[in-house]
């Protein structure tokens, strides 16, 4: 069993930053994959950012070039840094933990950019 923990949520201005912890219960580098997921009111989750236990890294179309995603083996901590942010960044964002047998997630962090 995995518990994630997430942390660093907000309110922030548009243009403004914020990051975004999510500390795990176990060693991170038992974990194939790390990401952050996001769900806005009335829309479906989405995938925002993941990072391989071998730290390759991907994004969404929409948060390229804004957030990066990086994590602290030693403190079982991935980060979620989020520059540039805009009002449709808005959402409650979640920590997903994905093993060769299972998937994991932390109860989220509410991110707010006011225009």
């Known amino acids: 069993q995995v518990q994630l923990v997430e942390s660093g949520g907000g309110l922030v201005q548009a243009g403004g930053s914020l990051r975004l912890s999510c500390a795990a219960s176990?060693?991170?580098?038992?974990?194939?994959?790390m990401g952050w997921y996001r769900q806005a009111p009335g829309k479906q989750r989405e995938l925002v950012a993941g990072?391989?236990?071998?730290?390759?890294?991907s994004f969404a179309d929409s948060v390229k070039g804004r957030f990066t995603i990086s994590r602290d083996n030693a403190k079982n901590t991935v980060y979620l840094q989020m520059n540039s942010l805009k009002p449709e960044d808005t959402a409650v964002y979640f920590c997903?933990?994905?093993?060769?047998?299972?998937?994991?997630w932390g109860k989220g962090t509410l991110v707010t950019v006011s225009s």
């Open positions: 176990v060693t991170i580098l038992s974990i194939n994959v």
């Open positions: 990072i391989t236990s071998g730290g390759n890294t």
């Open positions: 997903n933990a994905r093993t060769m047998f299972a998937q994991y």
